[in-house]
């Protein structure tokens, strides 16, 4: 068997994989949508909306498009040229925050790097580099909120284990902190190591494998790069205010499907709904994300919303709710980003 007939065979067996995978996903979202919906009545999630408290929604979609402003500022600090502007950045956020509302485990994150390099110019190792900082940040900035949210609640007042929820994000805390101070290295023994596999195997230069190691090389550059220029406290503190923004503005939309049913802001601890959309957040993450999320991100929140004291229909109704509202706005603004950006008089620096 040749070379030729073994790739397209590898290609097949690839394809036959993925198609699966996305079946797989994609059936489990929609079995937890038919498993949750079965447990409330639609007229509850339509009423909802219909009842929904406009100022507090009003004020949480204005908080996420400034939690995507300060997202804008620090990607923009992080790559440092006046290549590219504040506006163009906040395009950008708009694009990638689609994306990751849509696509599973985070690769949307690779809109971003696709933007970055196909539409404004930059080197793949720009995109790439910037990204691993700040999601390194934003998981810093996620454990140390839960370590803060279980504290001020209490520790035990519900049905979880709060000191093993503790420990567990604290864990996780250290370790991405450590990462964010070592990364370079990190990288740098990761790549001699690649070095000592691709001798060993005497794999030739010109092989694409030797071009994704040089590849590497050049983002851990640039990493090294954003680290000397010391801008690392600028990306924490806009860090915190985009995670704050935006949690808040999930608490109010919370808020605003909650009140027509007669609950207060004293009835919502701020903290506890933080830990609820925190558990939605983590669901996105992972590799069973469904199709734009349906039927896991409402399966992760209600399941916490339950284990922190509200009730089963509630916790669903709000679950659907909250998140078809910040699937709406987040996938219209990306797809109006996404159309700017790509009409022929939209300028771009070179």
Avoid: C
């Avoid at 996420?64 to 992080?78: G, P, V």
């Avoid at 902190?177 to 190591?193: A, D, P, Q």
């Avoid at 709710?321 to 300028?347: A, C, D, E, K, W």
């Amino acid at each position: 068997m040749n070379l030729e007939s073994q790739n397209k065979k590898s290609n097949k067996r690839r394809l036959i994989l993925r198609i699966i995978n996305i079946v797989v996903v994609v059936g489990f979202g929609a079995f937890l949508v038919y498993y949750l919906l079965s447990h409330i009545d639609i007229e509850d999630i339509k009423n909802a909306f219909i009842n929904i408290y406009k100022p507090s929604l009003i004020t949480a979609l204005l908080l996420f498009l400034l939690s995507d402003y300060f997202r804008a500022y620090r990607s923009n600090i992080l790559i440092g040229s006046d290549r590219i502007g504040m506006g163009d950045m906040f395009l950008v956020a708009q694009i990638r925050n689609a994306f990751n509302m849509v696509l599973p485990a985070r690769t949307g994150e690779l809109s971003y790097i696709y933007v970055l390099t196909r539409r404004f110019g930059f080197p793949l190792e720009i995109g790439v580099s910037t990204l691993i900082v700040v999601l390194i940040f934003d998981l810093i900035i996620v454990f140390s909120l839960i370590i803060i949210s279980i504290i001020i609640v209490g520790i035990n007042t519900y049905a979880v284990s709060s000191v093993s929820m503790i420990i567990i994000a604290s864990v996780f805390f250290i370790i991405f902190l450590l990462v964010l101070f070592y990364l370079s290295k990190i990288i740098r023994f990761l790549l001699f190591v690649f070095e000592k596999i691709l001798r060993k195997l005497r794999i030739s230069e010109k092989k694409v494998i030797y071009r994704i190691y040089n590849k590497i090389i050049d983002i851990n550059e640039n990493i090294k790069t954003i680290q000397k220029r010391r801008i690392y406290w600028k990306v924490y503190l806009s860090s915190i205010v985009i995670r704050v923004l935006k949690f808040t503005a999930y608490y109010l939309i919370i808020y605003a499907v909650m009140k027509p049913m007669g609950y207060s802001f004293t009835d919502l601890s701020y903290w506890v709904i933080l830990l609820a959309t925190v558990a939605a957040e983590i669901s996105a993450a992972l590799p069973t994300h469904a199709l734009a999320g349906f039927g896991t991100y409402e399966g992760a929140f209600a399941l916490a919303f339950v284990l922190l004291g509200f009730s089963k229909e509630i916790a669903i109704v709000v679950g659907f709710s909250y998140h078809i509202i910040v699937l709406l706005f987040t996938v219209i603004l990306g797809i109006i980003s996404m159309i700017i950006i790509s009409l022929p008089f939209y300028r771009i620096k070179k």
